[in-house]
């Protein structure tokens, strides 16, 4: 049985200034999107298109909007509507938590809509590039979760059970390091090893939203439920109920018929 090292989340203290080791993770993963990025807009399908570190920089922009505004919207309307309608103003309250990886994920689909509107080209093509640049960013994520000791898993009695000691004295599945490597680090070797065949338009994008959506959804069996929620139909969580919508979508964009080009 291991237990928790309960990290202090502050990573640098300053007097009253305090940087958190999520928001580090925050930049450790906007970092690696500007990294990873520059590799693919060398990619002879961007260079034909006349990309450039300014047009990275600008979609990593509108892709953090996206995130921000749409994981925080999308928390307050699938988890705690009802709480929200009544307290409006705790919406923008941030800072207190809250955020939902689908929300963010609409959020960053419009954003994406509107970049690829105002570059006169395709959705697809602008999403089937970024689609295996967030692995490696959600891995950071899910790292600076564990860091906090949030998002534990469902009590269990394997050996690698970890007890998190401001939750309880049980056994529970780190199901943060499950999601670091299987919706981060597994998917994003996968994805990019995916997308340096020729595929046809939205195919990238469908293999990442096929992806995430059953590494979340198997995840979602070893986390905890939000106590608020619990499991809802079937006894399925709303994590899991949230991700069959993206296996399905994904599916049809791997299967439909489409221009072909290398992403």
């Known amino acids: 049985m291991l237990t928790h090292p309960q990290f202090n989340p ?4 300053m007097g009253s200034f305090a940087i958190h080791w999520y928001g580090v993770m925050y ?16 990619a002879p399908q961007f260079q034909a298109l006349g990309w450039t570190m300014k047009d990275l920089e600008d979609l990593l922009f509108c892709g953090v909007l996206g995130v921000v505004l749409g994981g925080r919207l999308g928390y ?15 919406i923008l309250k941030i800072w207190e938590g809250g955020m939902s990886f689908h929300g963010g994920l609409l959020g960053v689909i419009i ?14 093509v602008v999403s089937d590039f970024v689609a295996p640049l967030v692995p490696f960013g959600l891995a950071f994520g899910r790292l600076g979760n564990f860091i906090n000791g949030e998002l534990w898993g469902r009590s269990t009695d394997l050996p690698w059970g970890m007890v998190f ?18 919706e981060g680090i597994f998917l994003g070797i996968a994805l990019w090893v995916y997308s340096r065949q020729q595929r046809r338009l939205g195919q990238v994008s469908g293999a990442f939203l096929i992806g995430y959506g059953v590494c979340r959804f198997l995840a979602e069996f ?21 991700s069959l919508p993206m296996i399905f979508l994904g599916a049809f964009l791997l299967c439909r018929r489409g221009s072909t080009v290398q992403s």
């Open 111 to 124: 954003s994406l809509v509107w970049f690829a509107y105002q570059r006169k080209i395709s959705f697809w």
């Open 165 to 182: 000691p401001l939750v309880d004295a049980l056994p529970r599945h780190p199901s943060q390091i499950y999601q670091l490597f299987g």
């Open 222 to 242: 070893a986390r905890e439920p939000d106590s608020f929620l619990g499991l809802l139909g079937l006894g399925l969580s709303m994590g899991q109920w949230l």
């Open 27 to 42: 930049l450790m993963a906007f970092t690696q999107f500007l990294l990873l990025g520059r590799m693919r807009i060398r």
């Open 10 to 13: 502050v990573a640098i203290q």
């Open 76 to 90: 307050t309307l699938f988890y705690l509507p009802s709480y929200y309608f009544s307290h409006p103003l705790s």
